[in-house]
């Protein structure tokens, strides 16, 4: 097999395209013929040595990815050679196959692309356990998302519109803006030229949103935190900014407003069953038509670090995808 090393993480440049043996599963894993796999953002910290989870190098990244079953090991029961899988594994994706535990991969039904699964399993349950299981996001609410062009951001859109919610995308260009409105979005902010409090207050009727998704954080937390409605819900999904935001928790106080953690990766080793009742139901509405991946981006494997390079530069609407011949 091939994949991509990380010997040490100090960056992308760190990164070389090398040739080793092809992993034997053990007990409770399979062996995956990666057909495609996504890029995260913390696939991008990970290799800068930046992300909480920092695993012992030699390594290689991609959280998540696609492929099929070509080897099982002992004790697999729900998995076998030649079922279609996706996966979401921490590392592993960037090759051309991967060993993985059997409880982190998600059989694919029949009509689910490769390319669309390898971009699915982490935005799309992030997003979900999110809105859905954290903040119990009722129809007829309102959710600002903010990031909303980005791979989550495009997810939680979509997510909350087959809720029934009512959706105020927040993002940083016009272009950004109007692409969040084809995928579903009922109003748009472009926060680097509005005022984010003074416009949520103009569409929300003075009453605020009642959830807010923030995988961004930086400057906008604040703002958007003393924009939340009573008994507002604040999601906190990431940090694309690079700078995590303090909050004066007097404002928790007078909106009686909850800030809640978001760490999908860990809720699906904690809490598996829940977990694949999240991802039943959106494999359902992807079947459906409700929710789709958007993917921008779709290079060879060997490109990785121009895939790199077009994340870092924040030049991404929706996801990049890395496919293997």
């Known amino acids: 097999m091939q994949a991509w090393t990380c010997d040490n993480p100090t960056g992308v440049d760190a990164l070389t395209w090398k040739e080793s043996p092809t992993p034997e599963p053990g007990k409770g894993e399979v062996r995956v013929a990666i057909k495609a796999a996504s890029l995260n953002f913390p696939d991008l910290l990970i290799v800068q040595g930046k992300y909480q989870m920092k695993p012992n190098p030699p390594f290689v990244p991609g959280a998540e990815f696609s492929g099929v079953v070509e080897a099982v090991g002992e004790g697999v029961r729900h998995l076998a050679v030649g079922t279609s899988v996706a996966g979401f594994a921490g590392t592993g994706g960037f090759g051309t196959h991967?060993?993985?535990?059997?409880?982190?991969?998600?059989?694919?039904?029949?009509?689910?692309?490769?390319?669309d699964a390898a971009a699915f399993l982490c935005t799309y349950g992030t997003s979900y356990h999110a809105l859905i299981d954290r903040a119990a996001l009722k129809a007829g609410e309102t959710v600002l998302v903010l990031g909303a062009a980005g791979g989550v951001g495009t997810a939680a859109i979509q997510i909350a519109k087959a809720a029934g919610a009512k959706v105020i995308a927040a993002a940083s260009t016009d272009d950004k803006c109007a692409l969040c409105k084809q995928l579903g979005a009922d109003e748009t902010i472009n926060y680097s030229t509005g005022h984010l409090r003074d416009e949520l207050k103009t569409l929300t009727g003075g009453k605020g949103p009642d959830v807010v998704y923030d995988p961004v954080g930086g400057d906008l937390t604040e703002a958007a935190f003393r924009s939340i409605g009573w008994r507002g819900r604040y999601l906190v999904i990431g940090f694309a900014n690079g700078t995590i935001p303090a909050l004066p928790l007097n404002l928790a106080l007078l909106k009686g407003a909850s800030i809640m953690g978001v760490f999908w990766g860990e809720f699906a080793k904690r809490e598996p069953q829940n977990n694949a009742a999240c991802l039943m139901q959106l494999a359902a509405w992807y079947m459906e038509g409700k929710i789709k991946p958007l993917i921008e981006h779709k290079l060879p494997m060997s490109q990785l670090k121009e895939a790199f390079a077009l994340m870092g530069a924040r030049q991404v609407r929706g996801k990049i995808v890395l496919v293997n011949d």
Do not use: C, Q
Not at 102 to 109: R, T
């Open 98 to 115: 991967t060993v993985a535990p059997a409880a982190m991969l998600m059989p694919l039904p029949p009509a689910f692309s490769f390319e």
